[in-house]
């Protein structure tokens, strides 16, 4: 089991900027990547960024330039900083780990983007 705990959402004005942050417990060496998905209302939940344990990361179009994924392995964290914010990336983010006995969720920490 792996247990995803979502911090540093909140309310920032356009052009602003955010850091999230998911803190991982529990078997973390069966992680093999992690990642951040988003949903906002009405929409399916979509892939933001994604890095492996190698290291190798994967953005969503409309975030590429924007966003940074990262990992503190030491700190057993993964991060997502998020730049030059526009009204639509308001949603839920939503920190994934996959493993290798399946995917876990943390609850989700909201981001509002508005002025």
């Known amino acids: 089991q792996v247990q995803l705990v979502e911090s540093g959402g909140g309310l920032v004005q356009p052009g602003g900027s955010l850091r999230l942050s998911c803190a991982a417990s529990?078997?973390?060496?069966?992680?093999?990547?992690m990642g951040w998905y988003r949903q906002a209302p009405g929409n399916q939940r979509e892939l933001v960024a994604r890095?492996?344990?190698?290291?190798?990361?994967n953005y969503a179009d409309s975030v590429k330039g924007r966003f940074t994924i990262s990992r503190n392995n030491a700190k057993n964290t993964l991060y997502v900083q998020m730049n030059s914010l526009k009204p639509e990336d308001t949603a839920v983010y939503y920190c994934?780990?996959?493993?290798?006995?399946?995917?876990?969720w943390g609850q989700g920490t909201q981001v509002t983007v508005s002025s």
């Open positions: 994934n780990a996959e493993a290798d006995r399946g995917a876990y």
């Open positions: 890095i492996t344990s190698q290291g190798s990361t």
């Open positions: 529990g078997s973390i060496f069966s992680i093999e990547a």
